[in-house]
């Protein structure tokens, strides 16, 4: 990519904005003083027997950030953290896009946040489908696509439905070549055999990758997201989000399980081992056509007829998995997550069953 300027893509009302200052911004770490700043309430919550959480957290999650960081040996001015990967996205969207005017880039079958969120911002979603069964990304048609008023593209890798990795030479080339920003989703990587794309982000001013704790780390519930992109980029992200986007509860309970690595690599140990083993019975069984190879924690499987059916019968059971039938390119497809092997069995028996009494008949 040649001459990259960061600030050419950024909305104007973004460029000229004076961000919120929050009391907190400047004297979060200062000890031992009286804080008369913020209007909290100095006698605390109802809640005294705990830490009270009568105070504002820190608008820039420092302590939680250099853990992030350690662990994933980025440089914590690389690191901005949303509430969820979604707030990521939306942010992303107000900085660089303008509404009515700009277009953003996706391939389904992909993760539905980057179209609502664009519909939301009133701007253009051109779809360029993944390549039908490898589900790789479609080069040749991207390029020809692409336009002056393409400001975003968003490359989801391992890719949510279908469990595959896109091919890195593939984003890094689509990277060099296009003039706006790439948001690639790694919400998988953890799971996956290929490397993040985080330690080459030196290498692509225009890259923002997006992480979380919601799928490996197993914190779906703190609403913790993670972006990762150039120390100017993540400057942007800091003026226009919210002050406080991350209770302070979320920072210390993500703090807490980030210092519990051993568990983390135990749990992601027995996904994948679980993983394999959904793979190998479920291929098993007549009723399914076929089961695609997955980087990520969950499977994609086409089954021979009706997939509605079958996920109808498993609700039945109370097995609830994602019918992606209605989606084009995922016909008769259902998605199931990795569950426990308590719960995979389960499921696998359930199947097997539905399968015997449909051949049956
Ligand atoms: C689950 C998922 C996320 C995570 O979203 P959070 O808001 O961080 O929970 C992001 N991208 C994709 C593709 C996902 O499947």
């Given at each position: 990519m040649n001459k990259f300027n960061l600030n050419s893509l950024i909305r104007e009302n973004i460029l000229n904005l004076d961000p919120y200052i929050s009391a907190r911004t400047e004297h979060h770490q200062e000890k031992n003083s009286i804080f008369?700043?913020?209007?909290?309430?100095?006698?605390?919550?109802?809640?005294?027997?705990?830490?009270?959480?009568n105070r504002y957290p820190d608008p820039l999650q420092k302590e939680l950030r250099k853990k992030i960081s350690s662990f994933k040996n980025?440089?914590?001015?690389?690191i901005f953290l949303g509430n969820g990967s979604d707030e990521i996205i939306d942010l992303v969207y107000r900085i660089f896009s303008r509404p009515e005017i700009d277009n953003v880039i996706i391939f389904p079958p992909t993760y539905g946040m980057y179209e609502v969120s664009g519909k939301i911002h009133g701007v253009d979603i051109i779809k360029i489908f993944l390549i039908e069964e490898s589900y790789q990304l479609n080069l040749d048609k991207i390029e020809k696509i692409m336009n002056p008023h393409s400001k975003i593209i968003f490359i989801c890798s391992p890719n949510n439905p279908t469990g595959n990795d896109l091919k890195r030479e593939d984003i890094e080339k689509i990277t060099k070549k296009f003039t706006g920003i790439v948001v690639l989703d790694e919400a998988y990587i953890d799971f996956s055999n290929q490397k993040s794309l985080s330690m080459e982000i030196d290498k692509y001013p225009n890259l923002i990758i997006l992480q979380t704790l919601s799928k490996s780390w197993g914190l779906a519930g703190a609403r913790i997201g993670i972006a990762i992109a150039s120390e100017a980029i993540i400057q942007w992200m800091n003026k226009v989000k919210h002050p406080y986007n991350i209770s302070m509860l979320s920072q210390e309970i993500a703090i807490k399980a980030l210092e519990n690595r051993d568990l983390f690599f135990f749990h992601l140990k027995n996904i994948l081992a679980e993983r394999e083993y959904m793979q190998e019975s479920l291929k098993k069984i007549p009723i399914i056509q076929k089961v695609y190879p997955s980087s990520a924690n969950f499977l994609l499987a086409k089954i021979n007829f009706s997939s509605k059916n079958l996920y109808q019968y498993l609700m039945t059971k109370k097995i609830i998995v994602r019918d992606?039938?209605?989606i084009i390119l995922c016909d008769n497809c259902l998605r199931i997550t990795v569950g426990t092997h308590e719960e995979n069995e389960y499921l696998i028996n359930q199947i097997q069953k539905y399968s015997i009494q449909k051949i049956k008949k």
């Open positions: 008369l700043d913020a209007n909290e309430n100095s006698f605390g919550s109802p809640l005294s027997f705990l830490n009270s959480y980025i440089s914590p001015s690389k992606r039938s209605k």
